[in-house]
């Protein structure tokens, strides 16, 4: 199959990462994978494999995230069998994609917790099809009506970062060290990026009133417009020192090897590839139950139950036999839920049937 990925730019987000890494599967397993951007670079530029062919719309980037000159001559010259668009931008041209390339299945996805603009909401009803990351999120298009069930499939995000089979035995240690926890520390971590629907606010004031002892860092990757703020708070309510503010890292694995508990207090998901690999990787976690964390399978509370939210947190801290027994259910769960073979075979699958729908 011809493949066209759309995203508008590689930034450092989830559905970036979920877009390299399908481009990178549909190319290994033989079909002719193009990723077309809006606009070049980003931090994810170097993400797509050399047998992924890739395309920038913009000459040099203007930062338009929704500025797509050529989009339909250029989508034209590759011919695809399938268009699979990521990302608020893309979905929001993928009506337009449908419009003018009437050979081609357009295969818009709904990965977003966010209300969904016009031309999004226009485009999910134009589209050949629609693939939700949640079965949550899925529910919620067809109950209001946005999209008809028979157009619907879920698909979950796969492991963009999956264990290592045989990871450095003194890797953790080297980690923590790095960051000045000791062996009696513990470590917990939150991989995404800094905006206001991920509502860091919240988990820096739950943190605030766990005591000093046993001693607690938290550590936090990745960058984002609210990170400031972030900072102020956790320096006015006296816990600065137990927080690592990590920035953008490119490949999180090492953290999760030495971190003990996943931590989440975002407000606005669909399906978190945080929590996902976290879980695969053996860490117990404790999250907001915003659309779709449920289906991650760790511990959720509501979003607006703080006493909760405390109560498991001083769980995590104080029963650590419940962490190694959580953290190995959850292992097994998402190595076999969010692998990435059986993600990608799952889109292919779709494409298939879409492409010969008597096949």
Sequence with gaps: MKILVVQDHLRSGGTERQACLLANAFAAGGHEATLLTFRPGGALAHAPAPQVQRICLQPFDLGWDWFAPGLTRRSRAIAPDVVLCLGRMANGWAGWIARRLPSARVVATVRT??????????????????????????????????????????????????????PDPGARTA????????????VFLWVGMFRPEKNHRALIEHLAQLPATPPWQLWLAGDGPTRPEIERLARALGII??????????????????????????????????????HAHGLPSLAYAATGVPEC?????????????????????????WRQQEGKRLAAFAREEFSTERRTNAYLSLFQRLISPSA
């Design 113 to 166: 917790g966010k209300p969904l603009p016009w031309a999004y909401r226009r485009s999910l009803q134009t589209v050949s099809h629609v693939v939700a990351n949640s079965t949550e999120t899925g529910q919620r298009l067809v109950e209001t009506g946005v999209v008809a069930r028979e157009r619907l499939s879920v698909i979950p995000n796969a492991l963009v970062f999956p264990p290592l089979a045989h």
């Design 175 to 186: 980690v923590r060290e790095r960051h000045g926890a000791g062996a009696d520390t513990l």
């Design 241 to 278: 020192d137990r927080i690592r503010f990590l920035g953008f890292v490119a490949d999180p694995t090492s953290l999760y090897l030495a971190a003990d508990a996943a931590l989440m207090t975002s407000r606005r998901e669909s399906l978190s590839n945080f929590l996902i690999e976290a």
């Design 297 to 321: 399978g760790g511990v959720t509370v509501p979003m607006d139950d703080g006493a909760r939210f405390r109560a498991e947190l001083r769980r995590l801290v104080d029963d650590p036999a």
